[in-house]
């Protein structure tokens, strides 16, 4: 028998984010009535999510934020439920089975809210951790929406033996960013005579001898990793690889599509795993660069392209999206933070797009990523073991809710090259893990 949701008001952010925790997370069948006589007559499982007193449900408190439609400063109050932090917190949490907005709480995160309104960017112009509710309340390494579905459920399942819910399965995805194929192969006489020019200027004959010898065909790229890539990488979904087919610029170091080198190492991903573009530093917020750099991977691969992550992860929610959607773009892996690990959106579900300035639900999936190499690299480089148990700390509490865990790697990171400590023993580590029980 499926729940029954009741609350006074049906908005179109109330019936978001109960699709989002019933449907994608919990998978149990429900329906949302504003007939309190409907409810209250209901032989079977009640939520309610009103004020009013239903007898036999299981009630939930409720503030404004879902029946707004405005978008203004929030002022939560913070406090703890089953060992989670919980917010927005009732006032009186003994009138209610679930002493806090649940519904509220998953739609701030969910939406990022926080990130329409005003805020200071960092250098790139990007919202930072800092200013993260999440990380402020320290529980960004904890997909806490998720847990707080979890917790819920057996709530419902305490009160109604007979509920039904089916059992998700915990998935995984290797994503890996392309941003510079190469170390010193296809760069071009010009960047080449430069790098053999800084380099010399700053004594390091190291590296100029390490670049001739590349160069003249006598030692292989460092970043030229692939077929060990291949050999133990799982095929298909389970890796994504995102391309850069941007302009050469100050944050773009890309190699040009149009090289052969690169249109035969784009063929090879493409023949084992799906790809996406890897959008410009130079394209935020802008349509028209966008376009260009979409339309030249589409050539090279000659089909289309549905997914994206962005550069340096510079993006700002939503206007960023904007431009993926009108371009026919249904995927985007951007969903973290550049310099902390965890859960950007306080979730490990892949969820739908929803806009807050219009209040509607759009054409746009959002995958959020839990870890990524560049992130955890300073620590990496300063304690292996420490890195290792963050990691499958993070792993695990996808695994507690049966979650998507989606990392992002870059191949010079995975390399030795240029006096960088290589992450390939972070690589290994988590397919390891990812062995017990994991599918895409």
Request: with cysteine.
């Amino acid at each position: 028998m499926e729940l029954l949701i009741f609350s006074r008001q049906l908005t179109p952010r109330l019936e978001y984010i109960c699709r989002f925790i019933f449907k994608d997370i919990l998978r149990m069948p429900y329906r949302i009535t504003s007939y309190y006589t409907e409810a209250s007559q209901y032989n079977g499982p009640v939520l309610n999510y009103d004020n009013q007193v239903i007898a036999g449900s299981l009630s939930i408190c409720v503030s404004n934020l879902l029946f707004e439609t405005d978008i203004k400063q929030q002022s939560f109050s913070v406090g703890q439920w089953h060992n989670l932090t919980a917010f927005p917190m009732a006032q009186s949490p003994h009138k209610f089975d679930i002493p806090f907005d649940l519904f509220s709480g998953a739609f701030f995160l969910v939406t990022r809210y926080e990130e329409y309104l005003p805020f200071r960017g960092d250098k790139h112009g990007r919202f930072g951790v800092s200013n993260s509710f999440s990380f402020k309340h320290g529980f960004l390494e904890y997909p806490i929406v998720d847990l707080w579905a979890f917790e819920m459920l057996g709530l419902l399942k305490e009160k109604f033996p007979n509920i039904h819910s089916k059992s998700r399965k915990f998935t995984f995805q290797f994503t890996f960013d392309l941003d510079c194929a190469f170390a010193f192969l296809e760069k071009g006489f010009l960047r080449n005579a430069f790098g053999f020019t800084r380099d010399f200027f700053r004594f390091d004959f190291q590296n100029v001898k390490l670049r001739y010898r590349i160069l003249s065909g006598k030692q292989k790229d460092p970043f030229d990793i692939y077929d060990d890539l291949f050999s133990i990488l799982p095929d298909g979904d389970a890796t994504k690889w995102f391309i850069h087919s941007g302009d050469w610029g100050k944050f773009d170091k890309s190699i040009p599509l149009s090289r052969s080198a690169m249109q035969n190492l784009v063929g090879k991903l493409a023949s084992r795993y799906p790809i996406g573009i890897h959008p410009s530093y130079q394209s935020f917020l802008d349509d028209d660069v966008f376009r260009k750099e979409l339309s030249r991977l589409v050539d090279v691969l000659d089909e289309s392209v549905t997914s994206s992550r962005f550069h340096y992860l510079r993006q700002s929610i939503p206007l960023s999206y904007y431009p993926l959607i009108r371009a026919g773009i249904t995927q985007e892996y951007s969903m973290g933070f550049a310099e902390k690990p965890g859960f950007r959106a306080g979730t490990c579900t892949p969820y739908p797009f929803f806009d807050v300035y219009e209040n509607a639900v759009k054409n746009l999936k959002i995958f959020p990523f839990a870890i990524m190499d560049s992130t955890i690299r300073h620590l990496a480089n300063q304690n292996q073991n420490e890195t290792m148990e963050l990691l499958k700390r993070l792993l695990n509490r996808v695994k507690m809710v049966n979650g998507s865990f989606i990392s992002i790697w870059h191949v010079d990171y995975l390399t030795e090259s240029m006096g960088k400590p290589s992450l390939m023993f972070l690589l290994k580590v988590t397919l390891e893990e990812l062995n017990d029980g994991a599918e895409f």
